[in-house]
């Protein structure tokens, strides 16, 4: 030791002479007292705390290995115990075992079968990665005696499993770390090659203690300490195992073409939320983004069997039974005011082009690297996809109509309004999005499913996109034109696809990582977490409903991790007359919530107006989720600032493509929460 003094681990227990000594406790914890930043230190029961994120009325002392809480170790005790030889980080695959063995000598030179991990402290400018800790790009530290230079600033939030060996998107090997002083001698599970007269005395001077991790919860680094001290009467001869081949699950740092951060703008926003592109522009989310999709243009059946994109159709849905309708009045006939106009320019009766199509072009122009896509489908207009997708000639004909209405901008006239004619919308949209709900399993009711076919027909579909849309592009002097798709997060909808094959005429997907539960439901839970819950009641496939368990899937099933974009909600789910029981967490529902802003359905509401909502949030310090319980006794699940950096985390770890949202009419004023998604650029 070159210092008389050094923290171990976390401060708590401070060696002094060669003996540890219990560090004074911190100011007592207080369950009326929010702890904000991470890092606040508490005493509780004679014991130091650190919290690792937010938190209210959280008990230190029964937060446990996944909690907000660390336990810093003892504090305030007088007596000196003897220091432990060292700290080493393990991932064992099993619970170790340590044999005593009789005191006798070798004859023959004795073969580790294993080759423990000692981390050393290293002396300079960088540290021991620790989970819990946070990182700025540039930082390096030390794990495993191999050195690893931050790319990006994240946190290792605890539970994630982000260790620098496992997450080449936000760790690089290599730096420098200055001179390293080992703290402890490695320890050696010597096996002889012949026959002992003697073997090693191995004098352990405590039983190794392994933090279990909770499955299915992210396998975490486990810390094993102290360590056995192996005096062997001969030098063994080492010999290292082979470090396993690490096939990353993301695609590093650089090679992703850009990182995507994009939105769903809502066609009917303009009646419900008053909800004007103008908004985007002067909340300054359209400089954030880099594509929005406008929600949603229908497709028809037609007289001979196919179906077609179409124009100028103004019909409300027959009860949402027929999946007929149109707007073409919000799309491009409608007449803008000056004050809600992106250039406060008003709209004449006799332009050819109006509505939300001209506001979007307005706001294109402003900002050049906004991509705007024309997204096709959704919940309510899903009818016709699987005949659409059934046979050749039914998929080129879907094809060229949607690329003839929305590229080439050809829109019909109707009900005696000026607007529309042949290529007024051209150069508006840069793409098409298929929002098909969904491939072979039903979604509002009444859609045509083919549960055998729509599989592959899907694939068929894309790549029939794909063609007409390069074709188109070379026409147009080489322009790209983008192919993207919402899809399904549930493990049944992933089964019904072919994501190895249909994701090679993608340029991204965009995975609707929320609605995993609802107002459908008997019991309060999570809509959009990160992780699952070994807490959770929930029985069945529902178990997999959660981000991490549906991308695991997805990528497995042959989905490339940069073609993937994450979904985040700007919205709740709520559950009414809920029980104060774990603060509402998976308690029976006995109503519906209670109206929340403009709530367009039971168990619905913006992100601007549960913001405001009073009443207990908490953190999940599992799943990742926030969750709110009203003082009216209704119960909410929602994102906030702080669980979305989480999933931005999250997604670079992963190597994922970028995050989009539905919609932005669920934002506040400020953009607040595009602003945190656009944090990953």
Same mark, same amino acid.
């Given at each position: 030791?070159?210092?008389?003094?050094?923290?171990?681990?976390?401060?708590?227990?401070? @060696?002094?002479?060669?003996?540890?000594?219990?560090?004074?406790?911190?100011?007592?914890?207080?369950?009326?007292?929010?702890?904000?930043?991470?890092?606040?230190?508490?005493?509780?029961?004679?014991?130091?705390?650190?919290?690792?994120?937010?938190?209210?009325?959280?008990?230190?002392?029964?937060?446990?290995?996944?909690?907000?809480?660390?336990?810093?170790?003892?504090?305030?005790?007088?007596?000196?115990?003897?220091?432990?030889?060292?700290?080493?980080?393990?991932?064992?695959?099993?619970?170790?075992?340590?044999?005593?063995?009789?005191?006798?000598?070798?004859?023959?030179?004795?073969?580790?079968?294993?080759?423990?991990?000692?981390?050393?402290?290293?002396?300079?400018?960088?540290?021991?990665?620790?989970?819990?800790?946070?990182?700025?790009?540039?930082?390096?530290?030390?794990?495993?005696?191999?050195?690893?230079?931050?790319?990006?600033?994240?946190?290792?939030?605890?539970?994630?499993?982000?260790?620098?060996?496992?997450?080449?998107?936000?760790?690089?090997?290599?730096?420098?770390?200055?001179?390293?002083?080992?703290?402890?001698?490695?320890?050696?599970?010597?096996?002889?090659?012949?026959?002992?007269?003697?073997?090693?005395?191995?004098?352990?001077?405590?039983?190794?203690?392994?933090?279990?991790?909770?499955?299915?919860?992210?396998?975490?680094?486990?810390?094993?300490?102290?360590?056995?001290?192996?005096?062997?009467?001969?030098?063994?001869?080492?010999?290292?195992?082979?470090?396993?081949?690490?096939?990353?699950?993301?695609?590093?740092?650089?090679?992703?073409?850009?990182?995507?951060?994009?939105?769903?703008?809502?066609?009917?926003?303009?009646?419900?939320?008053?909800?004007?592109?103008?908004?985007?522009?002067?909340?300054?989310?359209?400089?954030?983004?880099?594509?929005?999709?406008?929600?949603?243009?229908?497709?028809?059946?037609?007289?001979?069997?196919?179906?077609?994109?179409?124009?100028?159709?103004?019909?409300?849905?027959?009860?949402?039974?027929?999946?007929?309708?149109?707007?073409?009045?919000?799309?491009?006939?409608?007449?803008?005011?000056?004050?809600?106009?992106?250039?406060?320019?008003?709209?004449?009766?006799?332009?050819?082009?109006?509505?939300?199509?001209?506001?979007?072009?307005?706001?294109?122009?402003?900002?050049?690297?906004?991509?705007?896509?024309?997204?096709?489908?959704?919940?309510?207009?899903?009818?016709?996809?699987?005949?659409?997708?059934?046979?050749?000639?039914?998929?080129?004909?879907?094809?060229?109509?949607?690329?003839?209405?929305?590229?080439?901008?050809? @829109?019909?006239?109707?009900?005696?309004?000026?607007?529309?004619?042949?290529?007024?919308?051209?150069?508006?949209?840069?793409?098409?999005?298929?929002?098909?709900?969904?491939?072979?399993?039903?979604?509002?009711?009444?859609?045509?499913?083919?549960?055998?076919?729509?599989?592959?027909?899907?694939?068929?579909?894309?790549?029939?996109?794909?063609?007409?849309?390069?074709?188109?592009?070379?026409?147009?002097?080489?322009?790209?034109?983008?192919?993207?798709?919402?899809?399904?997060?549930?493990?049944?909808?992933?089964?019904?696809?072919?994501?190895?094959?249909?994701?090679?005429?993608?340029?991204?997907?965009?995975?609707?990582?929320?609605?995993?539960?609802?107002?459908?439901?008997?019991?309060?839970?999570?809509?959009?977490?990160?992780?699952?819950?070994?807490?959770?009641?929930?029985?069945? %496939?529902?178990?997999?409903?959660? %981000?991490?368990?549906?991308?695991?899937?997805?990528?497995?099933?042959?989905?490339?991790?940069?073609?993937?974009?994450?979904?985040?909600?700007?919205?709740?789910?709520?559950?009414?007359?809920?029980?104060?029981?774990?603060?509402?967490?998976?308690?029976?529902?006995?109503?519906?919530?209670?109206?929340?802003?403009?709530?367009?359905?039971?168990?619905?509401?913006?992100?601007?107006?549960?913001?405001?909502? +009073?009443?207990?949030?908490?953190?999940?310090?599992?799943?990742?989720?926030?969750? @709110?319980?009203?003082?009216?006794?209704?119960?909410?699940?929602?994102?906030?600032?702080?669980? %979305?950096?989480?999933?931005?985390?999250?997604?670079?770890?992963?190597? @994922?493509?970028?995050?989009?949202?539905? +919609?932005?009419?669920?934002?506040?004023?400020?953009?607040?929460?595009?602003?945190?998604?656009?944090?990953?650029?």
């Amino acid at each position: 030791m070159k210092k008389l003094s050094q923290t171990i681990i976390a401060g708590s227990l401070v @060696l002094i002479g060669g003996q540890v000594m219990a560090a004074d406790c911190a100011t007592p914890w207080s369950a009326n007292t929010t702890y904000a930043a991470g890092g606040t230190l508490v005493s509780q029961n004679g014991h130091n705390y650190s919290n690792k994120w937010w938190t209210l009325n959280e008990d230190p002392s029964k937060s446990g290995s996944w909690g907000v809480w660390s336990d810093l170790g003892v504090c305030g005790a007088s007596n000196a115990t003897p220091a432990p030889t060292a700290v080493v980080t393990a991932t064992p695959t099993a619970s170790p075992v340590v044999t005593t063995a009789p005191t006798s000598s070798p004859t023959a030179t004795p073969k580790p079968t294993a080759t423990p991990v000692v981390t050393s402290a290293p002396v300079g400018s960088c540290s021991v990665w620790s989970e819990g800790s946070s990182y700025k790009a540039g930082d390096v530290v030390s794990y495993n005696g191999v050195t690893y230079t931050a790319l990006s600033a994240h946190t290792a939030y605890v539970g994630a499993g982000w260790t620098p060996a496992t997450t080449p998107t936000l760790w690089k090997a290599g730096g420098t770390c200055g001179a390293v002083t080992p703290t402890a001698t490695p320890v050696v599970t010597a096996t002889p090659s012949a026959s002992p007269t003697a073997t090693p005395v191995v004098t352990p001077t405590a039983t190794p203690k392994v933090t279990a991790t909770p499955s299915p919860a992210p396998t975490a680094t486990p810390l094993i300490s102290p360590t056995p001290v192996v005096t062997p009467t001969a030098t063994p001869v080492v010999t290292p195992t082979a470090t396993p081949a690490v096939t990353p699950s993301s695609t590093p740092t650089g090679q992703i073409p850009s990182r995507e951060v994009g939105s769903y703008f809502t066609q009917w926003g303009v009646y419900d939320s008053a909800f004007f592109a103008k908004a985007v522009q002067d909340s300054g989310a359209a400089a954030k983004l880099t594509f929005i999709n406008y929600a949603f243009g229908n497709i028809y059946k037609q007289a001979d069997g196919t179906i077609k994109c179409d124009s100028g159709i103004n019909k409300a849905n027959d009860g949402n039974t027929a999946g007929d309708g149109g707007d073409a009045w919000a799309d491009y006939q409608m007449d803008y005011a000056a004050k809600d106009s992106v250039d406060g320019v008003a709209d004449t009766w006799e332009s050819k082009l109006k509505g939300n199509f001209n506001q979007l072009k307005k706001l294109k122009a402003k900002n050049p690297n906004l991509k705007i896509f024309i997204s096709l489908g959704g919940w309510t207009w899903s009818r016709y996809f699987s005949t659409a997708a059934s046979t050749d000639a039914n998929r080129k004909a879907l094809v060229a109509s949607c690329i003839d209405v929305y590229l080439k901008g050809n @829109l019909k006239k109707s009900g005696g309004d000026p607007a529309g004619g042949a290529g007024v919308a051209k150069d508006i949209f840069d793409g098409i999005d298929i929002d098909w709900e969904y491939p072979g399993v039903q979604g509002i009711g009444n859609n045509v499913v083919d549960a055998v076919n729509d599989k592959h027909n899907l694939t068929l579909l894309m790549a029939e996109f794909r063609k007409q849309l390069d074709e188109y592009g070379a026409s147009q002097g080489g322009k790209k034109f983008y192919l993207t798709a919402a899809i399904g997060a549930g493990s049944e909808k992933i089964d019904q696809t072919e994501p190895a094959q249909y994701s090679k005429s993608m340029d991204w997907v965009n995975v609707m990582t929320y609605d995993f539960h609802g107002d459908w439901d008997d019991t309060t839970n999570f809509h959009s977490h990160l992780y699952p819950d070994p807490a959770d009641p929930t029985v069945g %496939i529902a178990r997999t409903y959660n %981000i991490d368990d549906a991308l695991t899937k997805l990528m497995a099933n042959g989905m490339p991790a940069d073609k993937i974009v994450l979904g985040i909600p700007y919205y709740g789910r709520g559950f009414g007359g809920v029980a104060s029981l774990n603060d509402g967490l998976y308690q029976k529902k006995t109503r519906a919530a209670g109206k929340v802003g403009v709530q367009t359905e039971a168990g619905y509401g913006d992100y601007k107006a549960l913001k405001d909502v +009073a009443g207990v949030r908490k953190y999940h310090p599992v799943t990742k989720q926030l969750y @709110l319980y009203t003082t009216t006794g209704d119960w909410w699940s929602y994102d906030d600032i702080q669980t %979305i950096r989480l999933k931005n985390d999250y997604l670079k770890a992963k190597g @994922l493509r970028g995050n989009f949202s539905w +919609a932005l009419d669920g934002d506040d004023a400020n953009a607040t929460l595009t602003k945190t998604m656009a944090e990953i650029k």
